[in-house]
């Protein structure tokens, strides 16, 4: 079953570093999103992503984040300059055409700030 | 601001008991998904209603999305230990049509043997 991938598992950085998040959504979908979940707490939005442009994207999506799509497989989630509040699990996912709202969730990034 | 709130937001129950897990917003939404999420990975979709009045069963799940499309609810009957987790409801609110989800804060269901 197809299903959507994320790498690393785990990323630790320090303060003020960049790190991408990379994720390889399911082959015939067409919409990308990036959520996060701070320990604890609810699954937040944070973009969404269609026809190589962001469609919405939160108050939480500052000018520090940027999503590219390099390729025709992955999705990537970049961070200029971390800061310990961005510590928090990172889950892309993705949805097809037939329901853009039916959205398969990838295992996630842990990324740690110290 | 959009939002969902889940009850009860803990549920501790005896194998074969039945329960019903309540997701309630004053706001309108397009769809709404049930998902289920194990500690450390990401959440599976479990089911999407997107009409009102909607009835969709899972073998042991019954879901239903309110005639207003406002709130939805989660029965399982003859909870088993391996229903327990954590079950989120996730919306698309109206008139977003960009895919967007609004989460609920979550339902922790433990199921005792």
């Known amino acids: 079953e197809p299903e959507v991938t994320q790498t690393p598992s785990h990323q630790v950085t320090q303060m003020g570093q960049e790190v991408i998040l990379r994720c390889v959504p399911i082959?015939?979908?067409?919409?990308f999103y990036w959520y996060r979940q701070i320990l604890g707490q609810k699954v937040e939005f944070l973009v969404s992503?269609?026809?190589?442009?962001?469609?919405?994207k939160s108050e939480i999506f500052d000018d520090q984040f940027s999503v590219e799509r390099p390729d025709g497989s992955n999705f990537t989630l970049k961070i200029r300059s971390t800061k310990l509040e961005d510590s928090a699990m990172y889950f892309c996912?993705?949805?097809?055409?037939?329901?853009?709202?039916?959205?398969?969730f990838g295992p996630g990034t842990r990324l740690t700030v110290t | 601001t959009q939002l969902l709130e889940q009850s009860p937001q803990f549920l501790s129950i005896q194998e074969g008991e039945n329960l019903t897990v309540y997701c309630n917003s004053s706001?309108?939404?397009?769809?709404l998904q049930w998902y289920r999420q194990e500690p450390g990975e990401g959440p599976v979709l479990l089911v999407t209603?997107?009409?009102?009045?909607e009835v969709k069963k899972l073998k042991r799940l019954t879901f239903q999305f309110g005639d207003a499309r406002k709130d939805s609810s989660l029965h399982i009957t003859a909870a088993q230990p391996g229903d327990t987790g954590l079950y989120l409801c996730?919306?698309?609110?109206?008139?977003?049509?960009?895919?967007?989800?609004?989460f609920g804060q979550g339902t922790t269901l433990q199921v005792k043997p």
């Open positions: 992503f269609y026809n190589n442009e962001i469609s919405e």
């Open positions: 996912a993705s949805s097809g055409i037939s329901g853009r709202s039916e959205q398969y």
């Open positions: 209603v997107v009409t009102g009045g």
């Open positions: 706001s309108v939404f397009s769809s």
């Open positions: 996730a919306g698309e609110p109206r008139p977003s049509n960009t895919g967007k989800l609004i």
């Open positions: 082959s015939n979908h067409l919409y």
